[in-house]
């Protein structure tokens, strides 16, 4: 297991919340960090490399 990081971040770019994610694979954590994205962008990164980010799904 590896632990990755997910940032939730306002949409000026600043942290609000830091997760740690302990998962078996990448696209795991990429599912997870994905979820975390509702209100918020969301960057998930694995050390010092970035892996992806996410933006909030409209539903109005």
Do not use: H
Request: hydrophobic residues 40%; contains cysteine; charged residues 30%.
């Amino acid at each position: 297991m590896k632990t990755y990081r997910a940032f939730v971040l306002t949409f000026g770019g600043q942290i609000i919340q830091s997760v740690d994610l302990v998962c078996a694979t990448e696209e795991n954590a990429r599912t997870l960090a994905e979820r975390l994205a509702e209100d918020n962008p969301v960057e998930l990164w694995d050390g010092a490399r970035r892996i992806a980010r996410f933006e909030p799904k409209k539903t109005d």
